[in-house]
Nanobody
Framework: QVQLVESGGGLVQAGDSLRLSCAAS????????MAWFRQAPGKDREFVAA?????YFANSVQGRFTITRDNAKNMVYLQMNSLKPEDTAVYFC?????????????????WGQGTQVTVSS
């Protein structure tokens, strides 16, 4: 079993930066693909970024967001720069086996409770 706890969300202005953190506990962390998804009100949960044997980013955040992990601390981070109002969502940390496409929800076994990010214009 893997437990994931996100933190770092908040209210920021357009153009600001924010770093989200995800603390993982339980089974071996370093073997898992770690990802961030987000869900805006009234919309489906969507892929943002993932780190496994390589990095993956959604087109909408490419060049603005960075995902990193610290296996020694069982942490994964999402650095978000040049934030836009359309980045407003609840951001979820996810963990799954590092195989198959990283872009779909079904390929992740464990989820955090989410952290709210609100970007004002």
């Amino acid at each position: 079993q893997v437990q994931l706890v996100e933190s770092g969300g908040g209210l920021v202005q357009a153009g600001d930066s924010l770093r989200l953190s995800c603390a993982a506990s339980g089974r071996i962390f370093s073997n898992y693909r770690m990802a961030w998804f987000r869900q805006a009100p009234g919309k489906d949960r969507e892929f943002v970024a993932a780190t496994g044997w390589r990095l993956y980013f959604a087109n909408s955040v490419q060049g603005r967001f960075t995902i990193t992990r610290d296996n020694a601390k069982n942490m994964v981070y999402l650095q978000m720069n040049s934030l836009k109002p359309e980045d407003t969502a609840v951001y979820f940390c996810a963990a799954g086996q590092d195989k198959g496409t990283p872009y779909i929800i079904d390929n992740y076994d464990y989820w955090g409770q989410g952290t709210q990010v609100t970007v004002s214009s």
